[in-house]
């Protein structure tokens, strides 16, 4: 008798436990069922540059094919200046929910961050790495009908009459600026850089005649070169571009060791569902290994390359202690 009641009362004690753990699961479960899938609304990407330069190029084509490919919407969000940084740092103050992205770049990623004195993001802390997209290597142009055949009468031209060669570039403080500086001190000329709000407000004064030279992202001048207006005279990346396999390399042309190139690709603010970046690298590598996309951003001078977030975060880490170096050394300073 006594067994008989002492299991009664166990069972009668183990009743309320079993419910409470049962409507616990339930509501859970109410939870997970009643949460919207990601993406619920539009997704802003933030292009830190104005329309026109290879990053707004590149922005605008993965937003178009992940749109596409996955009934999303996301929305390109043109926010340049200061060589990028604008853009960047109003991404990086966003709320991590995965409705704000950025297409960041070398140049304002890991070569910014050394140049501004009072720059207000950290990239490696405030912004976490989602997918990379593509490389490119930079090019030296110059207008068709320039006085300038070779990259050799550059260098001859800024011998004979230091600070009077004149080169635009996107702005001060990218890698585009910056690889005019380390070619003046490879070649141990003085060119005069003039820097530009975007690639292209650069360009129109290239094409104008305005400035000699603009070094560019091959994306940026891709167009141009293949409508004859503006003439190739190097890459500066240690292989030839895909784009441009008849333009020779700054290191073919005697300056040993020459390679400079810029990377991009999609950062999220800091903070961001795991899941969600994980989602974003899956769909963005999708897109990358289709023979469509590749032949895209091929076509547009740039080459495909995905990697996981976390190759990814690798790369900007490194990047953003190597170029340390490379902006103290050459002495550029940004107020």
Do not use: C
Not at 143 to 157: C, E, G, I
Not at 229 to 238: C, G, Y
Not at 245 to 250: C, G, R
Not at 300 to 320: I, N, R, S, V
């Amino acid at each position: 008798m006594i067994r008989r009641n002492l299991g009664t009362l166990a069972i009668a004690l183990a009743l309320p436990l079993t419910f409470s753990l049962a409507l616990t699961a339930t509501a859970h479960a109410q939870t997970a069922a009643s949460a919207p899938a990601y993406p619920a609304k539009p997704i802003r990407m933030v292009v830190p540059f104005p329309p026109g330069g290879g990053t707004d190029i590149l922005a605008r084509l993965v937003a178009q094919k992940l749109t596409e490919a996955n009934h999303w919407t996301v929305v390109p969000d043109n926010r340049g200046g200061a060589g990028g940084t604008i853009g960047i740092a109003e991404a990086a103050r966003a709320a991590p929910t995965g409705y704000d992205i950025v297409m960041g770049q070398k140049d304002n990623m890991v070569v910014a961050p050394w140049l501004y004195k009072n720059l207000s993001y950290n990239p490696v802390k405030d912004l976490t790495a989602v997918a990379h997209v593509a490389y490119t290597p930079v090019v030296i142009v110059t207008q068709a009908n320039s006085r300038f055949k070779s990259l050799d009468d550059v260098v001859k031209a800024a011998r004979a009459a230091p600070d009077t060669v004149t080169y635009g570039s996107p702005g001060n403080g990218t890698t585009i600026h910056l690889a005019g500086e380390i070619f003046d001190s490879a070649a141990k000329i003085k060119m005069r850089h003039v820097p530009y709000k975007g690639s292209n407000a650069a360009m129109m004064d290239v094409l104008a005649g305005n400035v000699d030279l603009m070094v560019s992202s091959v994306p940026s001048a891709l167009a141009q070169i293949k409508a004859g207006k503006l003439r190739p005279l190097a890459v500066t990346s240690a292989k030839r571009s895909t784009s441009l396999p008849d333009t020779p390399t700054v290191a073919e042309l005697g300056y040993k060791d020459f390679d400079v190139s810029t990377w991009y690709g999609l950062f999220v603010p800091a903070g961001t569902p795991k899941d969600v970046v994980t989602l974003l690298n899956a769909e963005v590598n999708k897109l990358l290994a289709t023979p469509e996309m590749k032949a895209a951003i091929i076509a547009q001078g740039a080459e495909p390359q995905g990697m996981t977030p976390a190759q990814f975060g690798t790369l900007l880490k490194t990047d953003y202690d190597k170029w340390k170096g490379i902006v103290q050394a050459s002495g550029a300073t940004i107020e």
